[in-house]
Nanobody, 121 residues
Framework: QVQLVESGGGLVQPGGSLRLSCVASGRIFRIDAMGWYRQAPGKQRELVATATSGGSVRYESSVEGRFFIARDNAKNTVYLQMNSLEPEDTAVYYC???????????????WGQGTQVTVSS
């Protein structure tokens, strides 16, 4: 039905930057919120940033001012620009989207497969 595919993860030194991308494809009538979550080893998955279709954004407090989320609604894509990366940002990052497949169905929540971000010297 709906697939989310992330890209852009990798290994970066502390203080460096990475840009994550996530493209939604499949049966899509409308995408409401899109966002990013992360899960570090031994920890629960947590919200990093979300953006509504109307442009409202929200960030987890530890990334505010360093990470920036943006959407390209025409391309069903969400980006996460991550600057001033810290070792504590190391995690698997997951794309998340609330998608309405057709005009007559309710929205469902979909997840990408995750992309690893490692911040280490």
């Amino acid at each position: 039905q709906v697939q989310l595919v992330e890209s852009g993860g990798g290994l970066v030194q502390p203080g460096g930057s990475l840009r994550l991308s996530c493209v939604a494809s499949g049966r899509i009538f409308r995408i409401d919120a899109m966002g990013w979550y992360r899960q570090a080893p031994g920890k629960q998955r947590e919200l990093v940033a979300t953006a509504t279709s109307g442009g409202s954004v929200r960030y987890e407090s530890s990334v505010e001012g360093r990470f920036f989320i943006a959407r390209d609604n025409a391309k069903n894509t969400v980006y996460l620009q991550m600057n001033s990366l810290e070792p504590e940002d190391t995690a698997v990052y997951y794309c998340n989207a609330d998608v309405r497949p057709t005009s007559w169905t309710v929205s469902g929540t979909y997840w990408g497969q995750g992309t690893q971000v490692t911040v280490s010297s």
